[in-house]
């Protein structure tokens, strides 16, 4: 047996994400992904239409009022991963993902938090001159992590 992937998980979650719909697309393609469970903080989605797989009720969802409730839960020994476009994060094609981890995106217009940058054990960025749409930035990072890379 390959003990490589057994204590592995990550999760994923959106910061104050603007829009129901991009929840929707992200919980699927973190069903689809092998995320182990799904989060946000600040404002709250839980079913979306464009969830059609209804990942919600697939996998465990959190909800969080605040940053600061979130980062008390992190689970024992998950490293946060920030997706945030800025001088000082690592390349997405160069970062070796922790093995148990979770990923924080922030929200369409503001990114996430100076707060929650500083308390990212990683951020990472992609080759990209303008943000993503926070759904096609989330499901490239749980792209990413399945590529055979090695681990952190």
């Known amino acids: ?3 490589n ?6 999760g994923i979650g959106i910061q104050n994400g603007k829009t129901p719909e991009n929840l929707g697309v992200l919980w699927r393609s973190a069903q689809n ?3 182990s469970f799904i989060f946000t903080i600040g404002n709250r989605y839980a079913k979306q239409a464009c969830d059609t797989h209804n990942a919600v009720k697939a996998m465990p969802y959190f909800h969080y009022e605040t940053f600061n409730e979130f980062y ?15 001088e000082t994060a690592e390349p997405l094609e160069t970062f070796h ?5 979770v990923y924080l995106l922030g929200a369409e217009d503001h990114g996430l938090t100076n707060e929650a940058i500083e308390k990212s054990h990683f951020l990472v960025k992609f080759k990209s001159q303008l943000s993503l749409n926070v759904s096609v ?3 490239i990072v749980l792209y990413d992590r399945g590529i055979a890379k090695p681990r952190s």
Do not use: I, Q, W, Y
Request: glycine content about 12%.
């Open 1 to 3: 047996m390959n003990d």
């Open 72 to 86: 008390k839960n992190l689970p024992k020994g998950a490293r946060l991963v920030g997706v945030e476009l800025t």
């Open 33 to 35: 992904l092998g995320a």
């Open 97 to 101: 993902h922790p093995r148990r981890c």
């Open 5 to 10: 992937f057994t204590n592995e998980f990550f």
């Open 137 to 139: 930035a989330g499901s």
